[in-house]
C-alpha cells in the first residue's frame, strides 16, 4: 500500500499568490482530514470529508481556504489569495471507519 | 471544551532506559479511543498506540504501552528500552465530541530526546 499520498512536498510562493495542495487517500478509506500544524497552535483540524462530503469545516480560517474532494481518490486544499501567516506544514490523512488516522508526509509551505 | 494538555515541552533519556511521557484529557464522554502519534524529524505522523476506554486493560504495542486512568483522565506512554530511532515529537491526540473518532484533537507534543 502506498499510504496518503500527498503534493508537493514543499511549496514556495509570494504573498497574493493561489496555492493548491493535493492529496491521495489510501485506497478504500471513506474518510479524508485536512491537517495545519505550526508551532504556535500545533496541530489544527482544518476540515473533513466522509464518503466525499465536507462534514465539518469550522476549522476552516479563512473564506479565502477551500477544499473539495471531487472523488474517493483525491482531495486538494487551495488558499488564494496566500498570505504569510499560511506557511505551515499542510497534512492530509485518511481512514476507515475513523478508527485510525493515516497521515501524508505532510506539505511544507512558505508564503513569502 | 474537550481538550488534551501535554505538561512536558521537552523530554531526554539515555539509550536503553525508560521514559514516561504524560497526557491529561477531559470530556464528558463515555466510550473513546485514545491515541499517541510519534513524528520523527522526517515529518512523518505515525501511529504509536491506541487505547479503547470501555477496555480496561491497558495497551502494549511491543515497546510502548500506555498507562490510561480513565476516572483521572490521564493516558501516559511508556517506552522501554528506549532507542536512537525513538526521538521525535510524541503527540497524544483525542476525538472531540460525541464519542467519534473523527475530530482528533492533539496535544502540543513533547520532544523526546534519546541519547546515545
Known amino acids: 500500500d502506498a499510504g496518503v499520498i500527498q503534493s508537493p512536498r514543499h511549496e514556495v510562493t509570494e504573498m497574493g499568490q493561489e496555492v493548491t495542495l493535493r492529496c491521495k487517500p489510501i485506497?478504500?478509506?471513506?474518510?479524508l482530514f485536512w491537517y495545519r500544524q505550526t508551532m504556535m497552535r500545533g496541530l489544527e483540524l482544518l476540515i473533513y470529508?466522509?464518503?466525499?462530503?465536507?462534514?465539518?469545516d469550522s476549522g476552516m480560517p479563512e473564506d479565502r481556504f477551500s477544499a473539495k474532494m471531487p472523488n474517493a481518490s483525491f482531495s486538494t486544499l487551495k488558499i488564494q489569495p496566500s498570505e504569510p501567516r499560511d506557511s505551515a506544514v499542510y497534512f492530509c490523512?485518511?481512514?476507515?471507519?475513523?478508527?485510525?488516522?493515516?497521515f501524508g508526509s505532510g506539505t511544507q509551505l512558505s508564503v513569502l | 471544551a474537550q481538550t488534551v494538555t501535554q505538561s512536558q515541552p521537552e523530554m531526554s533519556v539515555q539509550e536503553a532506559e525508560t521514559v514516561t511521557l504524560s497526557c491529561t484529557y477531559d470530556?464528558?464522554?463515555?466510550?473513546?479511543?485514545l491515541f499517541w502519534y510519534k513524528q520523527p524529524p522526517s515529518r512523518q505522523m505515525i501511529l504509536v498506540i491506541r487505547?479503547?476506554?470501555?477496555?480496561?486493560q491497558n495497551a502494549t504495542e511491543n515497546r510502548f504501552s500506555v498507562n490510561f486512568q480513565k476516572a483521572a483522565k490521564s493516558f501516559s506512554l511508556k517506552i522501554s528500552d528506549s532507542q536512537l530511532g525513538d526521538t521525535a515529537m510524541y503527540f497524544c491526540?483525542?476525538?472531540?465530541?460525541?464519542?467519534?473518532?473523527?475530530?482528533?484533537?492533539f496535544g502540543k507534543g513533547t520532544l523526546l530526546t534519546v541519547n546515545p
Open positions: 487505547q479503547e476506554a470501555y477496555k480496561q
Open positions: 485506497s478504500g478509506h471513506n474518510s
Open positions: 491526540a483525542f476525538p472531540v465530541s460525541g464519542g467519534s473518532n473523527y475530530k482528533l484533537t
Open positions: 470529508f466522509n464518503n466525499n462530503v465536507p462534514i465539518d
Open positions: 490523512a485518511s481512514s476507515l471507519g475513523g478508527e485510525k488516522l493515516f
Open positions: 470530556t464528558s464522554e463515555n466510550n473513546y479511543y
